[in-house]
């Protein structure tokens, strides 16, 4: 029976403005009818138990999904059901705000963020990452109780710290993490958190700039199967073509496309206005099948009102796609094609490789992909073989 014909006891003003709200976040029409329901389920046991709309709260919740379960109904909700419900009312303010308890690791973190913003003014996804390393840093040292104690933290605990992390992740990672630590570590002795400068006992990571060949390109059809498997008769294909289509022909990064927003495409112009790292703005022509993909993924009309950014999640609640939705989504292709999965940036040395193919210096390669330093474009002419080939001088005593 509807939620909205039996009467849904306390939470019954809250019932349309719940259903626009759901269907502002995408919910299709057979999944709002069944989450008002549940509304009207919950209010009912709300009004049972002598409790008002502002009193829901997580604990609340987890007492009516006990009660379902005591009573006998075999559809129980799980823990995440109530969670768009409680979102809907604290938003509106009828429910109050949760008020977490801060450990003192967690308060510690905070201050590292706020420090990185404001004294280093570090970009938001710089943060996150170094608040990460900072994060897993801090609780493996947490071993006195669970607390992380400055006075206990030595020099052998920060090379422990990067020993284990070099053994998990590659090379270039690792000098992040080296970067990184040493970030957290100078925010703790300039605090006097801690009374030594441990940055110092940071070891260096070894390993030399275009000492190593960069991964095997992908053949210019596989990056063509990868567009060709794309369902287009489905909104997720025509959103997923885009996407590698914005990868392999203009070489964007998981980051870039994940901030495009629907005001970066001049498509009087013909451009798109692309934020890379460093903040750095760059201005690209858009090419013609990309822009038609483009106008395909957005031809859908089923944007949420006030949406800005350019990609969005498929399922609601729909929102801006995270960057590693990028990496899913060519992993997925390639999985589709029977190709081995690799990540989108193989996509770039996929662009890069051709465009050297095809002629391109140098200097317009580093431009399309926007590198800040040539030396790094520089890297692509060791995959040029027929290029090294007639430039090798002979080796002594062999015959060329």
Sequence with gaps: MSGTRRKPGVLGPQVE????????????????????????????????EGLVAGQLDEERIEAFRVALRVAGHHRVLGPRAMVPLLRFMRECGIAAAPQPVASPTEVLLEQYRTWMVNERDLAATTVLRYENTARRFLAEQATHGGVFVPEALTGADV????????GRVCVGSTKGRVAELRSVLRFLYLQG??????????????????AALPPAAMRTTDVQALLDGCD???????????????VARLGLRSIEVARLELGDVDWRVGELVVRGKGRRQDRLPLPVEVGEALVAYLADGHEPEGARHLFLTCRAPRGPIRADLVGDVVERACIRVGLRAVGPHRLRHALAGELLRRGAGLVAISQVLRHQDLATTALYAKVDLGALRRVALPWPGAAR
């Design 193 to 210: 958190v801690t009374s030594l400068q441990l940055g110092t006992a940071v070891p260096p990571v070894g390993g030399w700039r275009l």
């Design 159 to 166: 090379n422990a710290f990067v020993l284990r992390e070099g």
């Design 17 to 48: 403005g719940y259903r626009a709200w759901l269907t502002g976040q995408g919910y299709t029409s057979g999944t709002i009818r069944n989450m008002l329901n549940d509304l009207g389920q919950l209010g009912r046991w709300l009004s049972a």
């Design 232 to 246: 287009r008769g489905t909104d997720v294909g025509i959103r997923d073509y885009a996407i590698i289509m914005l």
